[in-house]
């Protein structure tokens, strides 16, 4: 069984489109992540939630909501996409602070 | 804004070599993970040392963490294609949730 789990794999869209990556867990962890890792592999946090609430929210654009319907799943919507928000977007689980278990990654490419 | 420092950043060597990757920062960490993430794929956690001065093997690898927590080394003995990928330290500040990522090490292992 996949531990995290991310849709879809690939998304390629026009620059001013609106999307979701959707992310599931099923460790039954109490902390989902959202990360960024740009062209340069360089790993960036973008938001973190804990038990459904947001816990970390970094310096991104508000044109990125993460929704957590419930523990074991954390959506990501992007509104007016750019080109420069092309990257690989990874979600990842932890509980209570220990190791992160990784998605496969979304890479998203805007055109 | 904690900074973690790998070198080198990129790393081509022969089947059968020895290498050392480095992680350096200014911050102190209450501990330090070492991830691999192959290309497609996501980090995948290797170890996280806690205590100053730490070692910890796993098969092959070596992992040293400094006495001063504020460095990481990780060692590679006799080196396989195997091993080629992406290497990735990550600290933890205190009881935060959040882990600061490197700028990672590409590490290809040539047949």
């Known amino acids: 069984d996949t531990a995290v789990s991310q849709t879809p794999k690939y998304l390629v869209t026009q620059m001013g489109n609106d999307k979701s990556i959707k992310c599931e867990q099923n460790?039954?962890?109490?902390?989902m992540y959202w990360y960024k890792q740009d062209s340069k592999k360089f790993l960036k946090i973008m938001f973190s939630?804990?038990?459904?609430?947001?816990?970390i929210n970094e310096t991104v654009p508000n044109r990125f909501s993460p929704k957590s319907p419930d523990k074991a799943h954390l959506n990501l919507h992007i509104n007016s996409l750019e080109l420069g928000d092309s990257a690989v977007y990874f979600c990842a689980s932890s509980q209570a602070g220990t190791a992160q278990y990784f998605g496969p990654g979304t890479r998203l490419t805007v055109t | 804004t904690q900074l973690l420092e790998q070198s080198p950043q990129f790393l081509s060597i022969q089947e059968g070599e020895n290498l050392t990757v480095y992680c350096n920062s200014s911050s102190v960490f209450s501990s330090l993970q070492w991830y691999r993430q192959e290309p497609g794929e996501g980090p995948v956690l290797l170890v996280t040392?806690?205590?100053?001065?730490e070692v910890k093997k796993l098969k092959r690898l070596t992992f040293q963490f400094g006495d001063a927590r504020k460095d990481s080394s990780l060692h590679i003995t006799a080196a396989q294609p195997g091993d080629t990928g992406l290497y990735l330290c990550?600290?933890?500040?205190?009881?935060?949730?959040?882990?600061?990522f490197g700028s990672g090490t590409q590490l290809t292992v040539l047949p």
């Open positions: 990550a600290g933890r500040s205190g009881s935060a949730r959040q882990l600061t």
């Open positions: 939630y804990n038990n459904k609430e947001l816990i």
């Open positions: 460790l039954g962890h109490d902390t």
């Open positions: 040392v806690v205590t100053g001065g």
